[in-house]
T-cell receptor, first 111, second 114 residues
């Protein structure tokens, strides 16, 4: 069935370090792909999305490119900040009016 | 524009009781989805409603049910609560389609079953 596999961490980085969170998916069709972020005590917020192959989503310095050939949607940021500490979820639309999420990865950024 | 609101934010129940959670979507949004978040299982899809009709349902027992009203507000109900139902229940809304559109999430209702 449709699924999402992502790095689970937890991961601790120093401020200004480079961040990559790997995400791969399996799907029967051509899903839209999303990265959501969850700050402590809050719901999920959309970070970025891509709706077709080779699309690049970007927001707040984060980027991810929809790679159909490798079924991947890796999240990257060149220089993380303390305020980026959160849990990051990769998700796909699964083509049927629902989102399928990865397990989430907790990121802590130290000053 | 106000975001997705969920009430109550926190709830403590005992096994065997039932509970009703409420969600008000963003104004103009007609699709409402519910998710259960637990440390062990992560985020799991419960169901999705559009124009008062359930369009999709996840793999949860029949104790979990929901409905949507004509103003798009939604409720979910869990009957005969079990310890394993302790979780954060998240509601999300979108204009019409889940697959292509951004889903906006509420802050969640944290349910503790004792």
């Amino acid at each position: 069935g449709d699924s999402v596999t992502q790095m689970e961490g937890p991961v601790t980085l120093s401020e200004e370090a480079f961040l990559t969170i790997n995400c791969t998916y399996t799907a029967t069709g051509y899903p839209s792909l999303f990265w959501y972020v969850q700050y402590p005590g809050e719901g999920l917020q959309l970070l970025l999305k891509a709706t077709k192959a080779d699309d690049k989503g970007s927001n707040k310095g984060f980027e991810a490119t929809y790679r159909k050939e490798t079924t991947s949607f890796h999240l990257e940021k060149g220089s993380v900040q303390v305020s980026d500490s959160a849990v990051y979820f990769c998700a796909q639309s699964a083509g049927s009016e629902k989102l399928v999420f990865g397990k989430g990865m907790k990121l802590t950024v130290n000053p | 524009k106000a975001g997705v609101t969920q009430t109550p934010r926190y709830l403590i129940k005992t096994r065997g009781q039932q509970v009703t959670l409420s969600c008000s979507p963003i104004s103009g949004h007609r699709s409402v989805s519910w998710y259960q978040q637990t440390p062990g299982q992560g985020l799991q899809f419960l169901f999705e409603y559009f124009s008062e009709t359930q369009r999709n349902k996840g793999n949860f027992p029949g104790r979990f049910s929901g409905r949507q009203f004509s103003n798009s507000r939604s409720e979910m109900n869990v009957s005969t609560l079990e310890l394993g139902d302790s979780a954060l229940y998240l509601c999300a809304s979108s204009l019409e389609r889940v697959g292509q559109e951004t889903q906006y999430f509420g802050p969640g209702t944290r349910l503790l079953v004792l």
